[in-house]
């Protein structure tokens, strides 16, 4: 085995596909372990060639581009004559394929959780102007904490370049099982073909087959675009019915009737939440959900967004006399106060105190330069808090983050107000105006002076 690629250590193999092997590295100057993707050009075959350097270009591409904790990061590529390299973050954890077979199934709640994040990942690729073409088992990662990671985007489509008059990519790439109808035909491909192929998984991993089943790639193809998928409520009587409309919907054979976007895949899954309480940790789940459900803070909020608002948030249970914020540190960490009660004090004199539904740690999260905290906030009683994490949130959907400055600017002005009501109270007797004859407020104009 080689002992290094570039300026990265080799520690040991991870896998071997068809066009590429995938290294364990570790890399010197960030001192961290990394996911090293090596690809050898062959001088036999001029055109494979060719292609393999065409992937790679779209990966390291692509991969740049996108960023989102579901989507595997690209740190670094390098092109040489005979070979090519993509490091890429280093996720501890096998492929889906693992949970496939009918003996190896997760837990349903797992299932939809991992789905879920999947369809909000691809919804971000999607903004971004990509199409994975290529979603299945093998190129979803699920680290120790179950996070998809979805990676291998090297057969992926730049719709903003690759749908054009000069376009050079190749039709029908993908793995056939999992491909859409469009995709089997050669049709021009847009973001709804990953939302199919993402169906077809969440088929396999609640059942442990796939939907289409043939001896032959011609019998798998007619089935494809012509058949219906069963049921998976018929093929499992243990899952909820409302599974059964939903990979309905992304099995779709007509794009007007398949699911728009990964978030509306996303929101229909909640539903199935609730349906899923004999788990302990999705009896959680749904407890928190719940409970921020009924927050004054969060009513704007839709259901698909709550969960996103867990998924980037820590519940904390604290005791009395905790610093949550402490004045002269910086950081940008903020949160809302879901039971009990904090006081928020400058330079040792208190301020205010504040209890459910209220925020602490706005005025660092939205400045845009400045995050040094010139407040400390300690619990008062026994406080439940969700602390939000602000660079997950940064990565979120557009439409978490657009709600969490709503809801935050409303706070701030309305505390504004209330704080100019006491330096009123303070000051001195105000000056009184006259009102003008030529407008409220409004001098003369100056040629009648």
Not at 211 to 231: C, E, G, H, M, Q
Not at 235 to 246: E, S, V
Request: some cysteine.
């Amino acid at each position: 085995m080689m002992e290094k690629i570039g300026k990265y250590r080799i520690i040991r193999p991870l896998g071997k596909g068809a066009t590429a092997v995938v290294y364990l590295g570790h890399d010197p100057d960030r001192d961290r372990q990394v996911a090293i993707k090596l690809i050898r050009f062959g001088e036999d075959n001029a055109a494979m060639s060719r292609r393999l350097r065409k992937i790679f270009q779209t990966e390291d591409a692509i991969g740049r581009r996108l960023e989102h904790p579901n989507i595997v990061k690209v740190y670094d590529a390098v092109v040489e004559k005979d070979q090519a390299y993509l490091v890429m973050e280093f996720v501890d954890g096998g492929a889906l394929d693992r949970f496939c077979s009918i003996d190896r199934l997760l837990p349903m709640h797992r299932v939809i959780g991992i789905i879920f994040k999947c369809c909000l990942a691809l919804d971000h690729a999607f903004r971004q102007g990509v199409v994975h073409r290529d979603i299945k088992p093998a190129n979803i990662l699920l680290d120790a904490d179950d996070n998809p990671r979805i990676t291998d985007f090297g057969l992926g489509l730049n719709l903003h370049k690759d749908m054009g008059k000069d376009s050079t990519f190749v039709m029908g790439v993908g793995s056939p099982a999992y491909m859409s109808p469009e995709q089997v035909k050669g049709y021009p491909l847009n973001h709804k073909t990953d939302l199919y192929s993402l169906g077809v998984l969440l088929f396999q991993l609640l059942t442990g087959r796939l939907p289409f089943r043939a001896n032959n790639p011609a019998t798998l193809v007619y089935k494809i675009v012509n058949t219906d998928s069963p049921s998976v409520c018929g093929l499992n009587p243990n899952l909820p019915t409302g599974l059964d409309p939903i990979i309905k919907k992304a099995l779709e054979k007509d794009l007007y009737s398949r699911y728009r976007n990964g978030a509306a895949f996303a929101k229909d899954l909640t539903a199935v939440r609730y349906q899923m309480v004999d788990e302990d940790q999705t009896q959680q789940d749904l407890t928190h959900f719940a409970t921020l459900r009924k927050m004054e803070f969060f009513v704007e909020f839709e259901d698909i967004e709550l969960w996103e608002v867990l998924r980037v948030s820590s519940w904390r249970e604290l005791s009395e006399k905790v610093t949550l914020i402490r004045e002269g540190e910086k950081h940008r960490k903020f949160g809302v106060i879901i039971a009990g009660f904090v006081e928020v004090s400058s330079k040792g004199r208190a301020i205010c105190r504040l209890g459910a539904s209220e925020v602490v740690g706005e005025m660092g999260f939205l400045h845009p330069t400045d995050s040094l905290r010139h407040a400390t906030v300690v619990t008062l009683e026994p406080t439940s808090f969700l602390e939000i994490n602000s660079a997950s949130l940064a990565l979120s959907s557009a439409e978490v983050q657009e709600r969490f400055n709503k809801v935050l600017l409303t706070k701030v002005l309305g505390r504004l107000r209330e704080a100019n009501k006491v330096l009123a109270k303070l000051g001195q007797p105000a000056v009184q105006g006259s009102l003008s004859t030529s407008g409220i407020g409004l001098s003369p104009p100056l040629e009648l002076l």
